[in-house]
């Protein structure tokens, strides 16, 4: 089981920059697991963001958000980061990172692929 705390989040005008954090703690090798970001906002499902390989090699973006997200991971201090740019009003969610089961398919954008999740952070962005 991998414990998985985000930061970052916040109020933000529409246009505007924020990079979310997500710290990784577990007795497995952080590189040696891909992680992935996904987002909710109240009444609707759980979506998927992005996801990224363990070495960093491989990264899958939802089609919607590819130009404007972008993420990245410092195997070196167990963190995949989420840098949001151009934000939308309609960007606000909640923000979280999470671990696949092994080999799992980054291009799935499966949520029932993804088993360890954090708490979640607030992003709001403000029009």
């Known amino acids: 089981q991998v414990q998985l705390v985000e930061s970052g989040g916040g109020l933000v005008q529409a246009g505007g920059s924020l990079r979310l954090s997500c710290a990784a703690s577990s007795r497995r090798t952080f590189s040696t697991y891909a992680m992935g970001w996904f987002r909710q906002t109240p009444g609707k499902e759980r979506e998927f963001v992005a996801a990224?390989?363990?070495?960093?090699?491989?990264?899958h973006y939802a089609k919607s958000l590819k130009g404007r997200f972008t993420i990245f991971r410092d195997n070196a201090r167990n963190t995949v980061y989420l840098q949001m740019d151009s934000l939308k009003p309609e960007d606000t969610a909640v923000y979280y990172c999470a671990v696949p089961r092994p080999y799992t398919v980054l291009d799935r954008e499966n949520l029932s692929d993804y088993v360890d999740w954090g708490q979640g952070t607030q992003v709001t962005v403000s029009s």
């Open positions: 990224i390989s363990g070495s960093g090699s491989t990264i």
